[in-house]
């Protein structure tokens, strides 16, 4: 009797000690993964680029160029593009910036004139809100900190420089030879869910590759539109953050907003008036460009509620900093695709379905 219960219970503690052993290595991948977290970020941001570069370099492929050529070709492009975007902006824009900068303790006193003015049956409010040379001194050496908490900016300029050499050459690695790669992919993955991984892919860099020309094609838009608005109206730095605006699309939704808080602010330092008309062009282009111009173009490439991309968007800025909120859509095109591909496909769309929404709204 005994030495059966004893039988009995050597399976059971096998089993413990599998359950035991597989929790632990889980609980060691998590913070292995925590760890190299930023590694994680910078190879699926090369990813991301390397997606969206892999279509012309494809197109070359397609019509005899080697793959290699037609990367070096595609490569030198966009470096060639960039240069020269640079080379024609980068002066005045440098200078704007400088500008700038050298404003901001005069639009920081302005603003805070401003609202003890508005705060005069307050003392206390606005002793508080009032700014002086001696609070200005005072702030100037916190403000260096502050930047770096608020955009997670640790990095040496030495170790920025390496990071984007790395990016730069997994990027290419990615573009002359994908193949191996994509191949370790498709046999990871067990038999009978293959084509849905490879059709997963698939969506992913369609999706990726509209949202990323989509957004240059609009924040191109918007950055000529800010330019000509804010110049007009002059507000001081406009062509500062006409380039902002350029970049405003790469995080949708979010991105329009947030760039338009400087301007505001400095246009609110100069006239109320003043800043109450940018606020409006803001909103009205934030409006008109994300909502009617920006999905045409994207031509439903990325079909993402905007709950979702606004969820990723905050809280990868709040994990990983700015870069977060660049890599926030795509990363959000991903889970669509797979999603879709391995769980939505297997559960039939029934006709009762529209009225369970209907009833959850209470309707």
């Known amino acids: 009797m005994a030495e059966s219960t004893r039988a009995g219970d050597e399976p059971l503690f096998r089993a413990l000690l599998k359950a035991i052993l597989a929790a632990t290595g889980i609980v060691v991948l998590l913070w292995f993964v925590y760890r190299i977290r930023g590694v994680v970020l910078l190879f699926f941001l090369a990813l991301v680029l390397a997606m969206v570069l892999n279509a012309p370099v494809t197109w070359l492929e397609k019509r005899g160029v080697r793959r290699v050529v037609g990367s070096v070709v595609v490569g030198v492009l966009v470096l060639a593009a960039v240069g020269l975007i640079g080379w024609l902006v980068g002066p005045r ?16 006193q302005a603003l805070s004139a401003r609202a003890a003015a508005g705060l005069a049956g307050y003392p206390q409010l606005q002793q508080r809100v009032l700014l002086t040379d001696e609070n200005l001194s005072r702030l100037a050496p916190r403000l260096p900190t502050l930047v770096n908490q608020a955009w997670g900016l640790t990095l040496t300029l030495l170790g920025l420089l390496v990071l984007f050499v790395v990016l730069v050459s997994v990027v290419l690695y990615l573009l002359v030879n994908p193949r191996p790669l994509l191949e370790a992919y498709v046999r990871a993955t067990p038999e009978p869910h293959r084509e849905a991984a490879v059709r997963a892919f698939e969506h992913s860099s369609r999706a990726v590759v509209g949202w990323m020309w989509a957004s240059l094609i609009v924040g191109a838009m918007e950055a000529v539109i800010v330019f000509i608005f804010l110049t007009f109206m002059k507000v001081p730095g406009a062509l500062v953050w006409a380039a902002l605006a350029l970049f405003a699309e790469l995080v949708p939704k979010l991105g329009p907003y947030l760039m338009a808080i400087p301007p505001v602010l400095v246009a609110l330092s100069v006239d109320p008036i003043l800043a109450l008309w940018v606020a409006l062009f ?18 439903s490439t990325m079909d993402v509620h905007p709950v979702v991309t606004l969820f990723l968007t905050v809280a990868l800025i709040s994990a990983f900093g700015l870069i977060g909120a660049f890599i926030a859509t795509p990363l959000a095109g991903f889970l669509k695709a797979f999603y879709e591909e391995f769980y939505l496909v297997r559960r039939s769309d029934e006709p009762e379905n529209a009225e369970r929404v209907e009833r959850m709204l209470g309707r």
Do not use: Q
């Open 282 to 299: 803001y909103f009205v282009m934030g409006e008109v460009m994300g909502d009617v111009v920006a999905p045409r173009i994207r031509a």
């Open 93 to 108: 824009l440098a200078e704007e910036v400088v500008k700038v900068a050298e404003s901001i303790p005069g639009y920081a």
